[in-house]
T-cell receptor
Framework: AQKVTQAQTEISVVEKEDVTLDCVYE???????LFWYKQPPSGELVFLIR??????QNEISGRYSWNFQKSTSSFNFTITASQVVDSAVYFC????????????FGKGITLSVRP | GAGVSQSPRYKVAKRGQDVALRCDPISGHVSLFWYQQALGQGPEFLTYFQNEAQLDKSGLPSDRFFAERPEGSVSTLKIQRTQQEDSAVYLC??????????????FGAGTRLSVL
């Protein structure tokens, strides 16, 4: 079975601080995909990034960066110089293959960025 | 359309009432998914369609839950004889490719169901 653990439940930072959201996953699949989604108060899940299990290269997109480490089964997400608009719930998710070909989400991390 | 559209956004039902939730996926998207999101939790998979075929319904919690996508586009999730534990946000997602494992799923804003 697949599992995604987001141990942090709520994080509060002041604007311009850097913040890292942790994600640890479990799967027996050798091929799998990892995702981060953002859920603002409007409720819609917004896709942020997808990573496959064979690509451990870190990725940076503007103020966002992701650190994928297979050795520790982690896929952490860092927001640099946070802004109030970053306030949302962030979900890490895992998509496996075969019988695991369905998104398994963590419980989410509520990020509050104060001005 | 520009994105996944779900209606209604909010639904209040009396216990025992039947409800129908609608999902209009992104035009041309082959795959469609339904998820249930309880308060303070991550979404949980309910069922998956590829065109009109329901290929996986392993996440449906009981036989009171039924989903269909008769023409391979719009989908309806029906809950019969609603119970209080059915209260949740129901999210719909769609994706373009038939290759499930490579898809990016795009989500709608969800329907918040409250059963009194």
């Amino acid at each position: 079975a697949q599992k995604v653990t987001q141990a942090q439940t709520e994080i509060s930072v002041v604007e311009k601080e850097d913040v890292t959201l942790d994600c640890v996953y479990e799967t027996r699949d050798t091929t799998y995909y990892l995702f981060w989604y953002k859920q603002p108060p409007s409720g819609e899940l917004v896709f942020l990034i997808r990573r496959n299990s064979f690509d451990e290269q870190n990725e940076i997109s503007g103020r966002y960066s992701w650190n994928f480490q297979k050795s520790t089964s982690s896929f952490n997400f860092t927001i640099t110089a946070s802004q109030v608009v970053d306030s949302a719930v962030y979900f890490c998710a895992l998509l496996g293959t075969g019988a695991n070909s369905k998104l398994t989400f963590g419980k989410g991390i509520t990020l509050s960025v104060r001005p | 359309g520009a994105g996944v559209s779900q209606s209604p956004r909010y639904k209040v039902a009396k216990r025992g009432q039947d409800v129908a939730l609608r999902c209009d996926p992104i035009s041309g998207h082959v795959s469609l998914f339904w998820y249930q999101q309880a308060l303070g939790q991550g979404p949980e998979f309910l069922t998956y369609f590829q065109n009109e075929a329901q290929l996986d319904k392993s996440g449906l919690p009981s036989d009171r839950f039924f989903a269909e996508r008769p023409e391979g586009s719009v989908s309806t999730l029906k809950i019969q004889r609603t119970q209080q534990e059915d209260s949740a946000v129901y999210l719909c997602a769609s994706s373009f490719s038939r290759a499930l494992a490579k898809n990016i799923q795009y989500f709608g804003a969800g329907t918040r169901l409250s059963v009194l």
